[in-house]
Nanobody, 124 residues
Framework: QVHLVESGGGLVQAGDSLRLSCAAS????????VAWFRQPPGKEREFVAV????????EYPDSVKGRFTISRDNDKNTAYLQMNSLKPEDTAVYYC????WGSGSQSPGDYNYWGQGTAVTVSS
C-alpha cells in the first residue's frame, strides 16, 4: 500500500518562507510523477506544482511561479515544496499526490495517491 505523508506546514507571516515535505512509502519513488495541490478554505482544490518522473520537468500556475519550487530526492523517497514570499492568499491545506509513470498533469483526478494534507496559514 502506498502512503504519502506531508509535513512542514504552520503559521507564518506574509513574506516568510516554508518548506513542505512529502515522504513516500513506496520504494520506486523515481517512477512517480509528484504534484502539490492546495485547498483554500471554502474553495476547490487547485494545482500548485508538478515534477514529472522521467525528466524532472516542472510546471507551476502563474499564482506561484517564481515563488514556489518543487523538488525531489529519490534516494530519500521525499518530495519538497519550497515556498518563498508567502502571501495571505497562499493560506490553504497543502496536499502532495503521486501517479506512477504519469505525465505532469494539473488535474487532481489524474492522481492515484494522496497524503493527508498539511495546513499553511499566512497572516498579513
Amino acid at each position: 500500500q502506498v502512503h504519502l505523508v506531508e509535513s512542514g506546514g504552520g503559521l507564518v507571516q506574509a513574506g516568510d518562507s516554508l518548506r513542505l515535505s512529502c515522504a513516500a512509502s513506496f520504494g520506486t519513488f523515481s517512477r512517480y510523477t509528484v504534484a502539490w495541490f492546495r485547498q483554500p478554505p471554502g474553495k476547490e482544490r487547485e494545482f500548485v506544482a508538478v515534477m514529472k518522473w522521467s525528466s524532472s520537468t516542472t510546471e507551476y500556475p502563474d499564482s506561484v511561479k517564481g515563488r514556489f519550487t518543487i523538488s525531489r530526492d529519490n534516494d530519500k523517497n521525499t518530495a519538497y515544496l519550497q515556498m518563498n514570499s508567502l502571501k495571505p492568499e497562499d493560506t490553504a491545506v497543502y496536499y502532495c499526490a503521486g501517479r506512477i509513470w504519469g505525465s505532469g498533469s494539473q488535474s487532481p483526478g489524474d492522481y492515484n495517491y494522496w497524503g493527508q494534507g498539511t495546513a499553511v496559514t499566512v497572516s498579513s
